[in-house]
């Protein structure tokens, strides 16, 4: 890493965290928490003028080609800078046509052009490739909520990802093979540990904390002229990839879809290259349906069925969990107590609240196979596969 990313990343580890954390506790105080104009202005003019030194030099630098770790986490601690930029109102895009900090943009669009990925901060900066120093990873803010969302979030993930992983190995194997119950079995434990982390986090964190104080950070902000849209803890491919595997979404279903492009390129290269290679692939449940009509009787096909279906409940349970405790507790409920100026950019997604609720509910309501008709629920064919497999 270079002198200047070195400076760079060292603030943001620091006097970055210490200003953010003063501005919260600011805010938090008040009775109107989502104000924040007008109030700690010395303490954001230094965020502002301090983060504008380094990436100044690190624009003059143009030094982006020291390998993708380095000039990905390069890319992250930009992010972190023009997202705390965003959520102390020194931009907003909805009042601008393109983004007043010329220098970000400019290098945010060169480093982020030269990986394929988005010019901003992603998921994966605060979760899969947050590197830790002394004990203590990257974040906006010290407070305690900040650092539970940050922990249980990048758990799940990972235990999205060995869910995903497991399922990847059946299919050179085959949906006969012996071992593949096996595998199926490894990928619901890994779905159960999903919903074990969500547990403990939606117990322990704070709900008005969570959402005045951590998820602001996550709002779109402009690079150049194009808004992105905020980082999403699924924002990796992992949890698609068992979506598709399953067969419990379908890359032919317009809404799904576009949902996968739309996240694509905030996702890292590796990760887009899998969720290509998972869209080229026949479902399980696809196959298993086939197989009903030559192999209806097999004890294989009982058992790795019946083992197939469990995870389809796990992952269900999952994203039942998501949407009914995360979605409707910690941004419906709190949503309703704020001011009408405050709702239009609520989202970190961007449209508006009611609009997103209703694409959360499609997901989610997918992934249980739901008994919907007006989605491409998968609800028959899971119902047909269970009754000729018998009880678990």
């Not at 279903?253 to 590796?270: G, I, T």
């Not at 107590?337 to 609520?346: F, K, N, P, S």
Request: net charge negative.
């Amino acid at each position: 890493m270079s002198a200047n990313a070195e400076a760079f990343d060292a603030w943001i580890r620091s006097t970055f965290v210490e200003l953010n954390t003063a501005l919260e506790e600011l805010y938090f105080a008040q009775d109107d928490r989502a104000a924040v104009e007008g109030v700690g202005d010395d303490l954001k003019a230094q965020i502002l003028e301090e983060g504008r030194a380094f990436v100044r030099a690190l624009q003059l630098e143009g030094n982006t080609d020291e390998g993708f770790d380095r000039a990905f986490d390069l890319l992250g601690d930009l992010g972190l800078y023009m997202a705390a930029l965003r959520r102390h109102e020194l931009t907003n895009p909805a009042r601008e046509q393109k983004s007043p900090h010329e220098e970000a943009s400019a290098l945010g669009l060169h480093i982020g052009a030269s990986l394929g990925v988005v010019p901003r901060f992603a998921t994966a900066h605060l979760a899969t490739h947050n590197a830790a120093r002394d004990g203590r990873q990257k974040s906006f803010t010290s407070l305690v909520d900040e650092f539970l969302f940050l922990d249980y979030n990048t758990r799940g993930i990972f235990a999205y990802k060995r869910a995903a992983d497991a399922l990847m190995r059946i299919s050179p194997l085959g949906i006969s093979h012996p071992v593949a119950e096996t595998l199926f079995d490894d990928a619901r434990r890994a779905l159960e540990d999903v919903a074990a982390f969500n547990d403990v986090l939606f117990a322990e964190i704070d709900i008005d904390r969570f959402f005045y104080s951590v998820r602001p950070y996550y709002k779109p902000y402009r690079v150049g002229r194009h808004e992105y849209r905020g980082a999403n803890a699924g924002d990796f491919s992992g949890i698609n990839e068992i979506d598709l595997l399953l067969g419990l979404c379908r890359g032919n279903d317009p809404y799904y879809s576009q949902l996968l492009v739309d996240k694509m390129l905030f996702m890292m290269p590796a990760d887009q290259a899998s969720l290509r290679d998972c869209l080229r692939r026949q479902s399980f449940l696809d196959q298993f349906l086939d197989c009903l009509e030559t192999s209806g009787s097999a004890p294989w096909l009982r058992r790795n069925a019946t083992a197939f279906l469990s995870v389809c409940e796990a992952h269900g349970r999952a994203a039942a969990q998501h949407h009914d405790q995360l979605v409707s507790r910690f941004i419906e409920g709190p949503s309703k107590a704020l001011e009408g100026r405050h709702l239009a950019q609520v989202t970190a997604s961007g449209p508006p609240l009611p609009v997103l609720l209703a694409a959360l509910e499609t997901l989610r309501d997918l992934r249980l196979a739901a008994p919907r008709d007006d989605i491409a629920s998968r609800h028959r064919e899971i119902a047909r596969l269970r009754a000729a497999v018998g009880p678990a």
